[in-house]
C-alpha cells in the first residue's frame, strides 16, 4: 500500500505545484504553457496505472470510465471533422490551453483518482487545495499591494495570482476558504489559528479582486456546508437551510441580471457582456451540433455568429462562451456537453450515495462536497482555468472513489507492485509525453526571446514553427508592425491566414500591412466581413488602386 500511498500523494502534490507554477522568464504565455506541460506529463505517468481488473469490480467505475473514454472519443471526432487547425484544437488557444491534450488528460486523471483514492485520501486532499489556494491567494495580495517583482502586462485589475484572471483567483480563494473552514477543532488552538489566517488571507483576496464569482461561490458553498451540518443535528433546520439556499440562488441570479434585491451588489457589466457570448454561443452551436466548431477554436468563430443586434451591443470579442457547457457544446458538440453534464450528475448521486450512508456529521466529506458545487457554479459564467478544472476533475473522481469505498465497506487494496517492464513502460510514457510537450515549449521560449532581443528573423521563426498559433501569430504580427518591419510581417500574415483562414486577427494584419498587394488586401477585407459581418467599420473601407 505504501506504493499507493506514493501514487496518491503525487496526485495532490502536482496538483499544488500546477496551481502555483508561472514561467515569465521563460514564456509568454507564461501563466499556461507550463501547467499544459505538467498536467499532460501527469497523465502520461498515470495511464500506465490503470487496472482495468478495478475498474470492473464497481458499476460506479465503469460508469466513470464509460464517460470518459466517450468524452475523449468525441473530442476526438470534433478535431476530425472540424475544419480548424489541428495543432490549435491539440494544445488549445494561446491565453487558454484548453485543448485535447488538456482535457484527455484531465480524464485520465479522473478516471486514475477514482480507482486508487478512498477515504482515507480525504485530508490529504483538502489540504493540498488549501496549500495551493494559500499560495495563490498570497501572491495576488502582493500584486493588490505592487510588491509583485514581476512586472506583468494585464488588461484587468493586475491582481491574477497564479491563476491568470481577477475571476479564476477570486473563486479559487472563494473555494478555498470553504475548505479551510473544515480545519476548526474546538480541541486545538493552533490549528484553530491557522484556520483562522487562512480565512482572512482568502477573504481579503476576494475583496481585492473585485470579482462576483468569489461571494457567490462562498455564499452557495456555504449553504451547502450548512444544509450538510444541520441534516445530522435536526431535519427540519436543514430543510429550512435548504430553501433559503434555494430563494438566494434565485436572487443571485437575478441580481447578476440586474434584477431583484441584490441588483446593486452582483450585477456587473461583464454579465451584459457574457449574456451576448452565451447567445452567440447558442447560435454557433446550432449550426455546428454534433461536432462543434472545434476545440478550444470558437475564437474564430465568436463574430461570426453574433448577431446584428449583440453587434451593435458591448460587442466584446470572446474566445470562450463563459460557461463550460454552452464552451464544451460549441467546440466539442452537444454530445460532449451532454457527457459532462451526465458526469454532474452521477457525482451527485455517488455524494447522495455517502451521504445517505453516513452516521453522524462529516465535516471534512461536506467540506469538499461544497467545494466541489462552489465550483460548478463558478463554471456557469466563466471561461475554464486548468487549476480549476484540474482539482474539479480530482474531486469528482475522489467521490465516486468514496462511493466505491462505502459500498463496498472496505478500503481497497490496489495492487501497484508491478514488473520491471511495467516501470520501464511508465518511463517510455513520460518520455512520449516530453517529445508531445517539448515544441510547445520551445515555441513559445523562442517568441519570448525574439520579443525581447527585438530579431525579426527569430520572430518570424517561431511564428511559423510548430506547434503554429494564432495567437502567436498575432503578437508577432502586430509587434513586427508596430516596429515598422513590413517585410517580415508580410511573412508572418500570409503564414497566419495559410495556417488558419477562419482567424480574424490573421486576415487583420494582412490587410493593415502596406506591403501586401492589392488583391491581398481585397481578400482580406472580404474574408474580414465574412468573420465579422455586422462591423460597421469593415463596411466603410474603401481601398484605393495605386
Given at each position: 500500500m505504501s506504493t499507493n500511498k506514493n501514487l496518491t500523494n503525487l496526485i495532490v502534490f502536482t496538483g499544488v505545484i500546477l496551481t502555483i507554477v508561472f514561467t515569465p522568464w521563460i514564456n509568454v504565455d507564461a501563466l499556461v504553457v507550463p501547467k499544459v506541460i505538467i498536467l499532460v506529463l501527469l497523465s502520461f505517468y498515470l495511464v500506465t496505472k490503470f487496472r482495468l481488473s478495478e475498474i470492473q469490480k464497481h458499476i460506479n467505475l465503469k460508469v466513470l470510465f464509460l464517460l470518459a473514454f466517450l468524452a475523449i472519443l468525441q473530442m476526438s471526432l470534433s478535431m476530425y471533422f472540424s475544419e480548424s487547425p489541428i495543432e490549435q484544437q491539440l494544445f488549445g488557444r494561446g491565453g487558454r490551453g484548453l485543448g485535447f491534450l488538456t482535457y484527455t488528460s484531465l480524464f485520465i486523471l479522473m478516471v486514475v483518482v477514482s480507482i486508487y483514492f478512498n477515504q482515507n485520501n480525504l485530508n490529504l486532499l483538502i489540504?493540498?487545495?488549501v496549500t495551493a489556494?494559500?499560495?495563490?491567494?498570497?501572491?495576488s495580495l502582493l500584486q493588490r499591494f505592487n510588491l509583485d517583482p514581476i512586472d506583468w502586462v494585464s488588461r484587468t485589475n493586475g491582481i491574477f495570482g497564479t491563476l491568470g484572471n481577477p475571476n479564476f483567483q477570486s473563486a479559487f480563494a472563494a473555494v478555498t476558504l470553504i475548505l479551510s473552514i473544515s480545519f476548526f477543532n474546538k480541541k486545538n488552538t493552533k490549528i484553530n489559528l491557522v484556520s483562522l489566517f487562512i480565512v482572512t488571507l482568502t477573504c481579503t483576496t476576494i475583496y481585492f479582486c473585485q470579482s462576483t464569482q468569489g461571494y457567490v461561490a462562498v455564499v452557495l458553498g456555504s449553504i451547502i456546508y450548512l444544509v450538510g451540518y444541520f441534516?445530522?443535528?435536526?431535519?427540519?433546520?436543514?430543510?429550512?437551510?435548504t430553501g433559503i439556499g434555494v430563494v438566494s440562488s434565485i436572487l443571485g441570479v437575478l441580481g447578476m441580471f440586474d434584477k431583484g434585491p441584490f441588483s446593486a451588489l452582483l450585477y456587473k457589466y461583464s454579465i451584459e457582456s457574457r449574456s451576448e457570448m452565451w447567445r452567440t454561443s447558442i447560435s454557433a452551436i446550432r449550426d455546428n451540433p454534433i461536432f462543434g466548431v472545434g476545440i478550444d477554436s470558437f475564437g474564430d468563430y465568436s463574430?461570426?455568429?453574433?448577431?446584428?443586434?449583440?453587434?451593435?451591443g458591448v460587442n466584446e470579442f470572446t474566445d470562450n462562451s463563459h460557461n463550460y457547457y454552452l464552451e464544451y457544446a460549441v467546440t466539442g458538440g452537444i454530445p460532449l456537453a451532454l457527457i459532462h453534464i451526465i458526469i454532474i450528475l452521477f457525482t451527485v448521486y455517488a455524494f447522495l450515495k455517502i451521504f445517505k450512508l453516513q452516521q453522524e456529521f462529516n465535516k471534512s466529506l461536506i467540506a469538499i462536497?461544497?467545494?466541489?458545487?462552489?465550483i460548478q457554479?463558478?463554471?456557469?459564467?466563466?471561461?475554464?482555468?486548468?487549476?480549476?478544472?484540474?482539482w474539479n476533475f480530482v474531486v469528482t473522481g475522489f467521490i465516486v472513489a468514496y462511493s466505491v469505498n462505502v459500498s463496498n465497506q472496505a478500503t481497497p487494496k490496489v495492487d501497484l507492485n508491478v514488473h520491471t517492464s511495467m516501470k520501464f513502460l511508465s518511463v517510455l510514457s513520460l518520455l512520449f509525453?516530453?517529445?508531445?510537450?517539448?515544441?510547445?515549449?520551445?515555441?513559445?521560449?523562442?517568441?519570448?526571446?525574439?520579443?525581447?532581443?527585438?530579431?525579426?528573423?527569430?520572430?518570424?521563426?517561431?511564428?511559423?514553427?510548430?506547434?503554429?498559433?494564432?495567437?502567436?501569430?498575432q503578437r508577432i504580427?502586430?509587434?513586427l508592425t508596430k516596429s515598422g518591419l513590413s517585410d517580415p510581417a508580410l511573412i508572418v500574415a500570409r503564414a497566419a491566414v495559410q495556417f488558419n483562414p477562419n482567424a480574424f486577427s490573421s486576415w487583420a494584419l494582412l490587410l493593415a500591412n502596406e506591403k501586401s498587394t492589392m488583391i491581398e488586401k481585397e481578400r482580406a477585407l472580404a474574408e474580414l466581413i465574412r468573420l465579422d459581418p455586422y462591423n460597421k467599420l469593415l463596411q466603410d473601407i474603401k481601398l484605393d488602386n495605386p
Open positions: 489540504k493540498g487545495i489556494g494559500v499560495f495563490s491567494s498570497s501572491y441534516w445530522y443535528k435536526s431535519k427540519n433546520l436543514s430543510l429550512i437551510a463574430s461570426m455568429y453574433k448577431s446584428a443586434v449583440d453587434a451593435q462536497f461544497a467545494f466541489w458545487v462552489a457554479s463558478q463554471s456557469l459564467i466563466s471561461p475554464a482555468a486548468i487549476p480549476l478544472l484540474f509525453a516530453l517529445l508531445i510537450t517539448y515544441p510547445y515549449f520551445n515555441a513559445d521560449r523562442l517568441q519570448l526571446r525574439s520579443l525581447n532581443s527585438r530579431d525579426a528573423d527569430l520572430a518570424v521563426r517561431s511564428a511559423t514553427m510548430y506547434p503554429e498559433s494564432t495567437v502567436r501569430y504580427g502586430v509587434e
